[in-house]
């Protein structure tokens, strides 16, 4: 790749990181959420018996201390509640309400959008093709970056 097509690959990847990432943010504040906060509960929310910290941790590729700063700035919306762990009380279980469950259609409602918006009125076919080269660059940079699960925050 020369310099000049290098330049626009990363101009375009910058830009549009902080243009989805912005818009994401408007779409989110609409449900009193913060980017990062809607993969964060949307993931919870999958654990219909709930989850430990150092569970969510493990599974999201993050540190138990930076799972709970995430924990504790979602927690004011009443989305979750903290359960003993019966077998062993340092921990705490996270387990979505119903307000919670109740959020995750429209947060992803909020997804979808953004995936429309983002894609406009590309085909099928050129959606599948941008949609591999963006997870192939993912993986590429994930080698090199060292994580192995993408964390939204």
Known sequence: MDAS?????????????????????RKLAAL???????????????????????ELAARLGIEPPTATRS???????????REPVATDRRQVRIVVTDAGHELVPDIERAWAELAELAMGDT????????????????????????????SEE
Do not use: C
């Not at 009193?32 to 150092?54: K, N, Y």
């Open 5 to 25: 097509e290098a330049i626009r690959v990363n101009r375009a990847l910058n830009k549009m990181s902080k243009l989805y990432r912005a818009a994401k943010a």
């Open 123 to 150: 085909s099928e076919e050129q959606r599948e093709v941008a949609i591999a080269a963006l997870e192939r660059a993912n993986d590429r940079l994930r080698r090199v970056v060292g994580e192995s699960v993408l």
């Open 71 to 81: 924990l504790a700035r979602l927690e004011s919306g009443g989305w979750f509640r």
């Open 32 to 54: 009193g959420l913060h980017p990062g906060q809607d993969v964060l509960l949307w993931f919870l929310a999958q654990e219909r018996e709930g989850i430990t910290v150092s």
